[in-house]
């Protein structure tokens, strides 16, 4: 008994000194202490960007527990005030940088950084800062009364000035500002990928600072460098105004350089370029633009390969420079860029298409005799594709020529999905409707086509499991636009002709694509005129629905004279078909010459002998074939070559009349 006594009573005794020692230590300031041990720094992504509006600012430090216990910050960053009064920008927010939630052990260090977007001009000051939610007696003492300490102890050696850091952002130009995010990603990497927003310098929901971009394409690095010097917090914002027009609230609204040449620029002349501007080209040789790069004036000074220097005053994201963001010289007198591949020191020319300065803000008439609208309402989205093969649907916004939308088209307070037509190519509109994932299939949707100032409802309340699985088709020509609604409807969608020029007793080949738009099977006959002479005739054609066909036509001049023929077909009409307007094509001219005459101008000469030499051993895979590589086979054979060459030399010096 006497032994379990005097344990308990020195068990009590132990306990009690612990307890007496722990709130001794905790009566005298035993708490945590936070220091500064490492000043604050404050950078711009970019010395190409310094403090501008768009621009990212990182800041980093250290601190350090000097304290005797654990202690933990809810919030850790650096603290802004804006323009002195309240501090807050005009949103009504402090620029403060992001803030993080750390807790340190006594003598623990840790290294903060953080970023802050700059929205606004003017005089920004910062400090280091950190709040406790929930603090102590022992860390009150800390504290503002808001649970802030915005005037953190100093380690030995530092003073006031390492905690805090004042910077001017200052006004330019949104196009200068663009150019500057532009020149700040020179050796990033060129990639293209569709409907990749990564192309486009947008990543977690917002554009990234020119240290974050991995890569862009050509398109991207303008869509990037605008929409980040502009400060855009979306990706492609915008608001229908009473249904007609589409505001977009970015200054590049479009992802594709057709689209942000024909839709977000102001056409320009070579003279009137200004930093910022944008050059449009066609690597194809001809149609709308496919690529683009950034004018920043200049010339600035590039450094690559071994102390090398080439002046630039363009910034082209390309693949051939290396498959990165390159520099590059335009030349105003010749139109033509000069694009450096760093590797090699090797240049390129490219011709310029076309300038274009973005114009902001951007707004696009979707009313019903400014653009063709096609409108669904209903659990179903659209899925449509144009004459060129590009297919726009519920999930990719932009396509060149047409953009997805989604508003109230008729004020019952639901959305409805629309896809906007904004530049109308001949041919024909396919148009699939795609019911939602788990919609009920009793419920219905309703088709309209906004097209000739008028509505055309193409579909009325069909049940969503009556979906059909064909499309609907909408034809665009250069007057009007069709919905193919007929039951029997047939059209001639193509009539292509192997060349221009043909020398007499030669062959000129054609093919003839027809579609059938109805509902049923038909049969009918088709004619094939030079001016009104019949040269190929098919009968009793046999097309099953929505589905199409090729005919292939010899037409064989012999007996024709010289002399400039009319090539066009004729699909006679089906009974029962009421629109019959592109039931004839007319090809173009055909002119009918002497051998050897390949310019058709009525002589054989040296003229011709020097076109012919200039294509010579091109066939139909030839870049240059349909710019006369073609006229030049004369024999037809699909080659440029000798033989050709004995025939013009056969008739030289020949003409008509």
């Not at 308990?8 to 009566?27: E, K």
């Amino acid at each position: 008994m006497l032994k379990r006594a005097v344990s308990t009573i020195m068990l009590t005794l132990i306990l009690t000194s612990m307890l007496t020692l722990a709130f001794s230590a905790h009566a005298t300031g035993g708490c945590g202490r936070p220091v500064l041990t490492v000043p604050v720094i404050i950078s711009s992504e970019s010395s190409e960007v310094g403090y501008i509006v768009g621009a990212t600012l990182n800041a980093g430090f250290t601190i350090r527990n000097d304290g005797d216990a654990a202690i933990r910050l809810d919030k850790l960053g650096v603290g802004g005030r804006f323009n002195g009064g309240t501090g807050t920008l005009p949103n009504g927010l402090f620029p403060d940088f992001t803030f993080q939630t750390v807790t340190l052990q006594p003598g623990e260090s840790h290294q903060y950084s953080g970023r802050l977007d700059l929205t606004e001009v003017g005089d920004y000051h910062f400090f280091v800062a950190y709040y406790i939610a929930n603090p102590t007696d022992e860390e009150k003492t800390l504290l503002d009364p808001n649970n802030w300490n915005t005037c953190i102890d100093l380690a030995p050696g530092l003073t006031d000035n390492d905690r805090t850091w004042s910077a001017q952002v200052i006004d330019l130009p949104l196009a200068t500002r663009a150019s500057m995010f532009a020149k700040a990603v020179i050796g990033k990497d060129y990639r293209t990928e569709p409907n990749n927003a990564f192309t486009k310098g947008w990543n977690n929901g917002r554009f990234v600072d020119s240290k974050e971009i991995e890569y862009l394409d050509c398109s991207g690095l303008a869509f990037w460098s605008y929409n980040k010097a502009y400060g855009a917090e979306e990706y492609q914002p915008y608001e229908v105004i009473d249904n007609k027009i589409v505001v977009f609230d970015n200054p590049v609204a479009f992802e594709g350089a057709e689209n942000q040449y024909w839709y977000n620029c102001k056409k320009i002349g070579k003279e009137e370029l200004r930093t910022g501007d944008l050059l449009f080209f066609n690597t194809k040789d001809k149609g709308d633009p496919d690529h683009v790069a950034v004018y920043v004036d200049g010339p600035f000074q590039y450094e690559y390969g071994q102390s090398e220097v080439f002046a630039y005053n363009t910034v082209e994201a390309t693949v051939w420079g290396d498959g990165i963001i390159t520099v590059a010289s335009y030349n105003v007198a010749t139109g033509t860029l000069i694009t450096l591949q760093p590797s090699t020191g090797m240049t390129r020319p490219l011709a310029v298409r076309g300038y274009g300065r973005v114009e902001f803000p951007v707004s696009i008439s979707v009313g019903l005799a400014e653009k063709m609208g096609l409108i669904v309402k209903s659990p179903v989205t659209l899925n449509v594709t144009d004459p060129r093969g590009f297919t726009i649907t519920d999930d990719v916004f932009e396509v060149p020529g047409m953009i997805y939308l989604r508003f109230d088209t008729d004020g019952d307070g639901e959305l409805d999905d629309a896809v906007v037509v904004l530049g109308q190519e001949v041919g024909d509109y396919f148009v699939q409707v795609i019911p939602k994932l788990g919609a009920d299939p009793n419920a219905t949707y309703t088709l309209e086509l906004w097209a000739n100032n008028e509505t055309t409802i193409m579909a009325q309340e069909v049940p969503i499991s009556d979906t059909p699985s064909q499309p609907y088709i909408v034809t665009s020509n250069e007057t009007t636009v069709v919905p193919r609604l007929d039951p029997h409807d047939i059209g001639i969608t193509q009539f292509i002709t192997s060349k221009t020029v043909v020398g007499q007793n030669f062959l000129l080949l054609s093919s003839l694509s027809i579609f059938n738009y109805g509902n049923a099977t038909e049969a009918f006959d088709v004619t094939v005129y030079a001016n009104t002479t019949t040269i190929g005739t098919f009968a009793n054609v046999t097309l099953a629905s929505r589905s199409s066909t090729t005919l292939n036509i010899s037409w064989n001049t012999t007996g024709f004279a010289s002399g400039n023929y009319t090539i066009s077909a004729y699909a006679w009409p089906v009974q029962g078909e009421t629109y019959t307007a592109d039931n004839t094509l007319v090809d173009g001219i055909a002119c009918v010459v002497i051998p050897g005459d390949v310019n058709g101008d009525g002589t054989v000469n040296i003229l011709d002998a020097i076109r012919l030499g200039n294509h010579f051993l091109e066939t139909p895979s030839s870049p240059g074939w349909n710019q006369g590589g073609n006229n030049a086979d004369i024999n037809g054979d699909g080659v440029v070559n000798i033989l050709d060459a004995i025939i013009l030399g056969n008739h030289f010096l020949e003409h008509y009349p």
